[in-house]
């Protein structure tokens, strides 16, 4: 299996690709774009509502765009106002349609694996490919394919096995439901597949989930997608742990849904505070967010920083002594909640005091790459003291990194991942000559990423000179 395979669409090889970040202080104010959890959710449920959806906040960047061409393939209508703020979906009351070519989801796993679940809806006779770029091809969805299958589901691999490309038959007579035990260890995207697209299976669904003695991954996420089935009306119960029982029922759209900002992203404008010993406020994220990365500013507390929250806003400012004001988190970090973060935290505790220790992230070896050895290796290529877990990372932070010299420039692989280049956008605010390779991968999630770091006041140069790609 490749280390890091690549969507096509970029290259390590174009020095255009490559951003230099240099020390800075940041400050400001910035609303982040919408979240992409709740984005795909939205629009997976407004297509499969009965009646129009106005959608505003939505997410724009790749994943969302790859999921609205598959809905349109699957005969979901949408349109957006003058300014693309607002889009208008027409749902299908649970009718999608048979697409005439594959569903191409680049490198959404989100989106990817909701509509594995979702093609199965379809009443008529044919065959759904749901397929992906190199990286996707490698990224697992076993569980949810097996969980299918004992329900009836005709779902073949195309290539390797417990991978996309996937090739789903569909019949007159849709998706039967019913019950099903789900192994929920590996990915909460799996779980939450199933309950959105639950209500217009034949029978009522009871999801019973399978933690292999490891706990359900992501747990908040599951929340996210029953919080919102729930503002639509759909019954959901939870009688006992982790087994749901679905109505098959189907539901109405709501009128309008706003999108809040994405609490993932906030973590990065954040972080930049907290390094650079400046106050950052994210607009649009607080303490009523439906997202369990809202309470990253929680660890940041716990380093040093000064923190608060309203119900929309967060403000994070970094401790002005910035050699002796932040400090690693005592014993181990659990990042079950928010895994996605770990490398924001793992920036932070590179020029923190002390040794940070972050467990229970192991889903992130199969995410855009395999995020914990990624970190490791581009991490000790800066210098910073660090070590693979079984679950996780350690960092021995060491503040003296601030002070070396930026003739030396260290080039950051990203591998084709929005939130690795981000995470050493946020240590490259804080050590001398880092160079950010494949800057445009953060089209993923959060497209303005640059330009909003620059209104806060990084020092961003590029592109930068002499950039070539980095043998892992």
Known sequence: MPKHPRDETVSTEDPNETILVKPSVVNGEVAVPGSKSISNRVLLLAALGRGECKVRGLLHSDDTRVMLIALQKMGVEYSWD????????????????????????????????????????????????????????????????????????????????GCPPIEVKTTTSGWKGGNIVLAANVSSQYVSSILISASYAKEPVILKLDDKGQGVCSRPYIDITIDLLKKLGVEVTEKEANVFSIANKGFDNKAAWTVEGDASSASYPLALAAVTGGTVTVSNCGKQSLQGDANFCQLLEKMGCSVSQTDGTTTVTGPKDLKEGLNAIEGEVDMDSMTDLFMTLAAVAAVSNGTTRIVNVANQRVKECNRIEAMVLELTKCDVKCKELETGIEITGNPSLRERSSEKTVYIDPRDDHRLAMSFAVLGAAIPGIAVQEKSCVNKTYPTFWDHSKNLGLALEGPAQGSKKLKA
Do not use: H, Q, W
């Open 82 to 161: 003058e300014k693309k703020e607002v889009l208008t979906i027409v749902g299908s009351g649970g009718k999608l349609k048979l697409p005439d070519s594959e569903l191409y989801m680049k490198n959404a796993g989100t989106a990817t694996r909701f509509l594995t679940t979702a093609v199965n809806l379809i009443k008529e006779e044919g065959k759904v490919i749901v397929t992906g770029n190199e990286r996707m091809k490698v990224r697992p969805i076993r569980d949810l394919v097996d969980a299918l299958t004992t329900t009836g589901c005709d779902i073949e691999y195309k290539e390797g096995k």
